[in-house]
């Protein structure tokens, strides 16, 4: 399909660079800033262009991979009747695009994308349309990109968009301040990094539930002061141990063990 890509950030870099290796034709990059627009299209053997007014009108599918602030208010600055226009967000109705086309969808890529990290990872695309008709369409486009790919609308997207939330982003979170901590503390934090594997490998194969560890869950409460005590210098981490060891003990019943 002949492609302009509306974007030029972290998920317009990635999916674009998907499309092109699909075989699709991108022809135009259309960006705020022409730095980026132009080493995408430098990228991608296509035009660039700043200026609403320049968008090439002769694309069969167009792609907002913009801020969900930029596509409440895409319909502002964009008239395309009649083409094909989706977008890339997980937290943003459909509708957003109605201002643009009423032949509009969703093409939302359940993953976190980063243009610097290669090669690009397994990408689930959740796909919508306001017409049925497109609907085929935006979903044969989608499996060029993805061997998953599954219809779901505003309700889904949004509950989904909130569990990759709670798995990646909180996650990497507790990534990042345990990297802080061991830092500071002078120890490897290389050395946590086959325990994240695993824990992330085993949840492919079991229920996340029935996979939990540590002093919570076995109601360990030595360890656990033991852990708060070295957290003495570290307030907010300390704040979530806390938080975390509560909320595990109160969903798995757990009783702290009387130490002997």
Sequence with gaps: MKVVMIGSGNVATVLGGKMVAAGHDMLQVVARSPEPAARLAGEWGCGYTTRWEE??????????????????????????????????????????????????????PLQSLKAAVRPYPEIPLLVDAHRPEDLPVIETFAATLSRQVQRAGDSDRLKLHLGAVLVNNFTNFLYTL??????????????????????????????????QTGPAVRGDGTTSERHLKLLS?????????????????????????PAS
């Design 55 to 108: 968008i090439d009108p002769a694309a069969d599918i167009y792609i907002a991979a913009i801020s969900d602030r930029g596509l409440e208010g895409l319909g502002d600055v964009l008239s395309l009747p009649g083409r094909l226009v989706v977008h890339t967000a997980g937290a943003v109705a459909l509708s957003a695009l109605l201002p643009v086309s009423a032949h509009c969808g969703v093409l939302y």
């Design 178 to 211: 345990a990297d802080d901590f061991c830092g500071k503390e002078g120890i490897d934090f290389s050395l946590l990094q086959p325990l994240i594997r695993e824990t992330a490998g085993r949840i492919s194969h079991f229920a996340p539930r029935d996979m």
């Design 233 to 257: 210098n570290y307030k907010d981490i300390k704040e979530l141990y806390s938080l975390f060891t509560i909320k595990i003990e109160e969903y798995y019943g757990v009783k702290e063990i």
